[in-house]
């Protein structure tokens, strides 16, 4: 089944090796190491789809989407240079060039916004985490469609001056930037988390 309807039955588990596979396996690339090709507009809008499809207490949807592809991705990089020499004027030319270049590392870029209705019943923490589940799905998305993905904030995702860029109300903040690319890169295993340091039985 691809996008359920409402009220369809849907199967309360689904027990598969790929997708445990991928969950055991799952990787960050850097975005330094990804290149074109990207999604193209079916499976970006697939993997936004399954983005979407977090647990969201009482329905709020305390998220959206902002796409960055193509050109739009060069635009964003001027205001990126811009504010980033009026933050720091005596930046060189190169760390100003590194910052209006930050978007063009890969091929899409998905600001995920969190949005939280303050007015709703469902304690801000709780519509916080589910933006941060949107981000988490759209990298396991990604990788089922066989791309590499990075969950970035950098310094623009703090700053006033970018948030009004990105015109983002005063109930906004950015989850993270979800870069997502190709790649021939390989990335290694990293330190995880000792379990019995983080288990304990109640
Ligand atoms: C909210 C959030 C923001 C992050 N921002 C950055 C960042 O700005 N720069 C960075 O190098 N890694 C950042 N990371 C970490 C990477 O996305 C990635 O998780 C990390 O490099 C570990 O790789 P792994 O996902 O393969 O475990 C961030 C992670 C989260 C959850």
Same mark, same amino acid.
């Given at each position: 089944m691809?996008?359920?309807?409402?009220?369809?039955s849907l199967?309360?588990? #689904?027990?598969?090796?790929?997708?445990?596979s991928?969950?055991?396996?799952?990787?960050?690339?850097?975005?330094?190491?990804?290149?074109?090709?990207?999604?193209?507009a /079916?499976?970006?809008?697939?993997?936004?789809?399954?983005?979407?499809?977090?647990?969201? #207490?009482?329905?709020v949807?305390?998220?959206?989407?902002?796409?960055?592809?193509?050109?739009?991705?060069?635009?964003?990089?001027?205001?990126?240079?811009?504010?980033?020499?009026a933050n720091?004027?005596?930046?060189?030319?190169?760390k100003?060039?590194?910052?209006?270049?930050?978007?063009?590392r890969?091929? =899409?870029?998905?600001? =995920?916004?969190?949005?939280?209705?303050r007015? #709703?019943?469902?304690?801000?923490?709780?519509?916080?985490?589910?933006?941060?589940a =949107?981000?988490?799905n759209?990298l396991?998305?990604?990788?089922?469609?066989?791309f590499?993905?990075?969950?970035?904030?950098?310094?623009?995702?703090? /700053?006033?001056?970018?948030?009004?860029?990105?015109m983002?109300?005063?109930?906004?903040?950015?989850?993270?930037?979800?870069?997502?690319?190709?790649?021939?890169?390989?990335?290694?295993?990293?330190?995880?988390?000792?379990?019995?340091?983080?288990?304990? /039985?109640?």
């Amino acid at each position: 089944m691809k996008n359920p309807e409402l009220g369809d039955s849907l199967p309360a588990a #689904h027990p598969n090796e790929a997708t445990l596979s991928l969950l055991r396996l799952r990787r960050s690339t850097p975005a330094d190491f990804m290149a074109e090709p990207g999604p193209d507009a /079916d499976a970006l809008s697939d993997m936004l789809t399954i983005a979407a499809r977090v647990p969201d #207490h009482r329905r709020v949807v305390p998220f959206r989407f902002i796409r960055f592809q193509g050109e739009a991705r060069i635009r964003f990089g001027d205001t990126l240079g811009k504010v980033f020499l009026a933050n720091t004027p005596d930046a060189g030319e190169n760390k100003v060039a590194l910052e209006r270049n930050r978007f063009c590392r890969a091929p =899409v870029v998905v600001a =995920v916004i969190s949005s939280v209705n303050r007015a #709703h019943r469902t304690p801000e923490w709780e519509q916080i985490l589910s933006a941060g589940a =949107v981000c988490q799905n759209l990298l396991l998305a990604a990788n089922a469609h066989g791309f590499a993905a990075q969950w970035l904030t950098e310094w623009y995702a703090f /700053d006033e001056q970018v948030a009004k860029a990105l015109m983002l109300s005063e109930n906004e903040r950015i989850a993270g930037f979800v870069y997502i690319g190709s790649t021939n890169d390989s990335p290694k295993e990293r330190g995880r988390p000792n379990l019995n340091s983080i288990i304990s /039985d109640y």
